[in-house]
């Protein structure tokens, strides 16, 4: 799949954290639920469909927040199965409320594969940039020979 980059990394960086918490059962009721932590649901919410993507149209995030066609896809997936949650409870609904509805553990899976997909695709942009890099430094290697009295060469030496 084409790798179609980030035009907006930083944007990326509030993406990626969104999607594994969608995809984390245990962090939803360890973070969400106490109200002295900053990141609940709603929060969330606001960063996949307004700030930094649309879950609803993922589409034209392709290139700024999303790498591939694979995550696109995903996040349409993710968007529409999130708003079935939401119209199943209630816009206004806690976050409780939210956690204990039926098709609950649907924004679970599809979050869960969505983050995969995500660290995946991070990780190999990663290491490719980082082979990039390595071979920009890297030297020819030389080879001189050691020179015997007569002025043949008789041995590679160590590189110098």
Not at 58 to 84: F, I
Not at 89 to 102: E, Q, T
Request: hydrophobic share 40%; glycine share 4%; proline share 7%.
């Amino acid at each position: 799949m084409t790798d179609h980059g980030i035009e907006f990394p930083v944007f990326r960086l509030h993406v990626v954290p969104a999607v594994l918490a969608l995809a984390s059962p245990s962090w939803q009721r360890d973070v969400w639920l106490r109200p002295e932590e900053f990141e609940d649901l709603d929060y969330v919410v606001n960063v996949l469909f307004d700030d930094f993507c649309n879950a609803g149209d993922p589409t034209p995030w392709l290139g700024k927040s999303l790498r591939t066609e694979e995550e696109v896809a995903l996040m349409k997936e993710l968007g529409e199965v999130y708003s079935t949650v939401q119209e199943e409870v209630g816009r206004g609904a806690s976050d409780d409320v939210y956690l204990d509805a039926p098709a609950w553990g649907d924004v679970i899976a599809i979050a869960a594969r969505l983050a995969q997909v995500m660290v995946t695709n991070d990780l190999r942009a990663a290491a490719l940039v980082h082979e990039q890099l390595n071979r920009s430094r890297r030297r020819p290697r030389t080879v001189s020979y050691t020179r015997t009295t007569s002025g043949q060469p008789c041995w590679p030496s160590p590189e110098t």
